[in-house]
């Protein structure tokens, strides 16, 4: 294949060999020669409701018709907007919510880290603006996000990033208590995924987000709720927060609000920063996206949550869970694979020493199932939560044989 004028994210500017997915339904996609494949990652993540939902492509058709876009500054808004953020507010895991909107989850990031650095400086305590981020932390591209990985690759030679981001061990408690100690008059907020994703998939120690909360109000600081892969159903609660029984103080979300159907994101805005913002009606909140409040994505979502919630979604990631876990248990129970990790609907199978997830990802596609190799050392699955039993146990018979494989090669 002649080299696209195309440059891709995540790969080599030099490749030239891709596979062209040309249409999609429910968790099955099809690429330009008619090859079939089980859709085993939900896309990137974020395709909650399955592909080839018709009645959102008709919603958006029909906005569309009407009022494509709009700006949302200052003294502008519109129905959809407006609507799906009474409806987001309603869901949001702690009481009293705003929501801001955005297009991605990276500006949602960036949005929640800038949110929590005002929260300090409009109450006269712009010192406290460090950032705590956890090791394998993947909190999108932009420069704020890009400074609270916990992916060291994905940090390289883009110059200096953004100060005050402080990136401890994902799962000490003790490393986390000890800054604080230190540095907690400072701290503006912590940053964390429920369930970290795109780093390999690693759900919390028991109690460990919870011991973030105590810590944060004990010293003042927000406690930021990285919900972009977790919302929506991922972990069989609307919110990864709720799974763990933990209110946080600003949500970040994007992916499953609209199941990709268009491109959309935002920031679950909780009573403590809220009241602080609507202090004094003389300031201004001097941040926003072009698209902010698109009505064309907000229709999108919309017509997703109402089949999300109509077809109970969220409970299916349990029954998606259950599957894949006993099944990716047995591979390392065998010896044919390292660890199993995951909750509801997400899991990682890391490889044995010496296996390339690369290469069993790449023996997967050959036989019609599309993962996600991280790094090269875990497979991750994260299935649209409509996959039927038939297609998630294609995915689960075609991992078995591409872990064989890649063992015995």
Not at 204 to 216: D, S
Not at 254 to 264: D, E, F, H, I, T
Not at 286 to 299: E, I, K, L, M, V
Request: aromatic letters at 8%; one cysteine or more; charged letters at 20%.
């Amino acid at each position: 294949m002649a080299r696209s004028a195309f440059l891709h994210p995540f790969t080599r500017p030099t490749a030239s060999d891709f596979v062209d997915i040309t249409r999609g339904e429910g968790a099955v996609v099809w690429d330009s020669e008619g090859n079939r494949y089980v859709d085993a990652m939900a896309s990137l993540w974020y395709c909650q409701v399955g592909h080839g939902r018709h009645e959102i492509a008709d919603a958006v058709a029909a906005q569309m018709r009407t009022l494509e876009a709009f700006h949302t500054f200052e003294m502008f808004t519109n129905d959809p907007a407006e609507q799906l953020c009474e409806r987001l507010a309603a869901l949001a895991p702690m009481p009293d919510a705003r929501v801001f909107l955005t297009c991605s989850g990276s500006e949602a990031v960036d949005t929640a880290i800038k949110f929590a650095r005002l929260h300090f400086a409009w109450q006269g305590r712009p010192e406290r603006r460090i950032v705590v981020a956890r090791d394998r932390a993947y909190h999108g591209v932009t420069y704020g996000g890009t400074s609270a990985q916990g992916i060291p690759p994905n940090k390289e030679n883009w110059g200096p990033l953004l100060e005050d981001v402080v990136v401890l061990d994902a799962d000490d408690p003790i490393a986390m208590k000890d800054l604080f100690a230190d540095r907690g008059e400072r701290i503006a907020a912590v940053i964390t995924e429920p369930v970290q994703g795109a780093g390999g998939v690693y759900p919390p120690p028991e109690g460990y987000l919870r011991g973030l909360r105590e810590l944060c109000d004990e010293h003042g600081a927000l406690l930021i709720a990285d919900e972009v892969v977790c919302g929506f159903g991922r972990l069989g609660s609307w919110w990864g927060s709720q799974h763990y029984g933990v209110e946080p103080d600003l949500v970040t979300f994007a992916k499953g609000a609209s199941s990709g159907y268009l491109p959309l994101g935002g920031v679950l805005v909780g009573a403590a920063v809220r009241e602080v913002f609507e202090a004094d009606d003389t300031r201004v909140l001097r941040h926003g996206f072009t698209y902010s409040g698109h009505p064309s994505a907000c229709t999108a979502a919309l017509v997703n949550l109402d089949i999300l919630e109509c077809e109970d979604l969220p409970a299916r990631a349990s029954w998606i869970g259950e599957r894949l876990f006993g099944a990716l248990h047995d591979l390392v129970a065998e010896g044919l694979a390292a660890e199993v990790r995951g909750e509801g609907g997400v899991w990682g199978l890391g490889m044995n020493e010496g296996v390339s997830a690369v290469a069993v990802r790449d023996e997967m596609l050959r036989n019609g199932v599309i993962p996600r190799p991280i790094a090269d050392h875990t497979v991750a699955f994260c299935p649209p939560l409509v996959i039927d039993e038939a297609d998630l146990d294609h995915v689960v018979s075609v991992t078995r044989s591409a872990v064989e494989s890649a063992a015995d090669p």
